[in-house]
Nanobody, 121 residues
């Protein structure tokens, strides 16, 4: 079964940068990880979709709150998806999760364990 490991979180000051990584394993076909999304959840708040990438990385989406600051990308050969986060703000503080959705699936149903991002102002 597909397993996702998300890493790269940490503590930074506002204006700083972090790069999160999501490594997928256990899949038998790339179609199982066709779509990868990054989500985040802050204490007391609902989970929010931050960015997604489809297929070979040509199609991406971003939440309005991160447009122009975050960039999602896929490694060219390895099953790794990155989330480059620049110009971080205190409101970006949350636990970030990556998730996978197969090409024929409608929901993200495989999740990483989460990585904490803390931005101090």
């Amino acid at each position: 079964s597909v397993e996702l490991v998300d890493t790269g979180g940490g503590s930074v000051q506002a204006g700083g940068s972090l790069r999160l990584s999501c490594v997928a394993s256990g899949f038998t076909r790339r179609a199982e990880i066709h779509n990868i999304g990054w989500f985040r959840q802050a204490p007391g708040k609902e989970r929010e979709q931050v960015a997604t990438v489809e297929g070979f990385g040509r199609t991406t989406t971003y939440a309005d709150s991160v447009k122009g600051r975050f960039t999602i990308s896929r490694h060219t050969t390895d099953p790794i998806v990155y989330l480059q986060m620049d110009n971080l703000r205190s409101e970006d503080s949350a636990v970030y999760y990556c998730a996978a959705r197969g090409v024929f699936e409608h929901q993200y149903n495989r999740w990483g364990q989460g990585t904490q991002v803390t931005v101090s102002s």
